[in-house]
């Protein structure tokens, strides 16, 4: 394969303080961030900005903000983070993918009732309404059917509605994909999508960001620490020690 699609972001010109300015991982940006890899995954406790920079980096791309392809033009909510307007993204030249999308979790049943508004059918979905299906199966019928070879596609929490069998399922699948030429970026909290082959891993902190090995990333000493004594963590959660 001729390499991913897109080599690096950074970001100039931003203002020094403010929402999303103050946060460290987006303070970070400026120095830039290495993105020439298969697969690119965020992780990071919450509010720490792994979601602003994939869905700022989408909107920069010309992904509609809720999510979708870049065909998708509607809205129902003011979300579009203003970090996108300082965005600098560094392609690869000569190399353009041949299908992309923006899955971005909580706003999926928006982008359903989008499909179904526009009338296009649900064939490259699986054939059935992703509302008549459960959120989790609705995922993974955009990812199977939707999803192909040589594409570009920016996830934002998609574990956010997938069992633990689904998380698997979603690995196997980025997994063949990439081995097909596409690239993916994504948000996660989960430690099973993050365990995927030769992924690139950086997490957000008080810090900033950092490349970060799979056995240091927090949702993984976290997830492996509870499941190893599970009364252990109950105990100090529950009676507050």
Wanted: proline share 5%; aromatic share 8%; net charge negative.
């Amino acid at each position: 394969m001729a390499g991913p699609f897109l080599r690096s972001v950074r970001a100039e010109g931003m203002p020094e303080s403010g929402w999303p300015w103050d946060l460290p991982a987006v303070r970070a940006l400026e120095a830039g961030l290495d993105l020439d890899a298969p697969v690119v995954m965020f992780c990071g406790d919450n509010g720490t900005g792994k979601s602003t920079l994939v869905e700022a980096l989408a909107d920069a791309l010309g992904f509609n903000v809720e999510g979708g392809s870049r065909n998708f033009r509607f809205a129902t909510a003011r979300t579009a983070t203003p970090l996108a307007e300082h965005l600098v993204v560094a392609r690869r030249a000569g190399r353009r993918p041949a299908d992309s999308f923006f899955l971005r979790a909580e706003s999926f049943f928006n982008v359903a009732t989008e499909i179904e508004r526009l009338g296009a059918g649900w064939g490259a979905y699986g054939g059935t309404s992703a509302h008549e299906r459960s959120h989790g199966e609705g995922f993974l019928d955009l990812v199977v059917n939707r999803f192909g070879g040589a594409g570009l596609y920016l996830l934002d929490e998609p574990e956010s509605a997938l069992s633990v069998h689904g998380c698997l399922a979603l690995l196997a699948r980025i997994a063949s994909l990439t081995a097909q030429g596409s690239q993916f970026i994504v948000a996660t909290h989960s430690p099973i999508l993050l365990a995927c082959p030769g992924a690139v891993l950086y997490e957000a902190g008080g810090e900033g960001i950092a490349p970060v090995a799979y056995d240091e990333a927090g949702p993984v000493r976290l997830t492996r620490g509870f499941l190893a004594d599970p009364q252990r963590y109950l105990h100090h959660l529950l009676d507050g020690d």
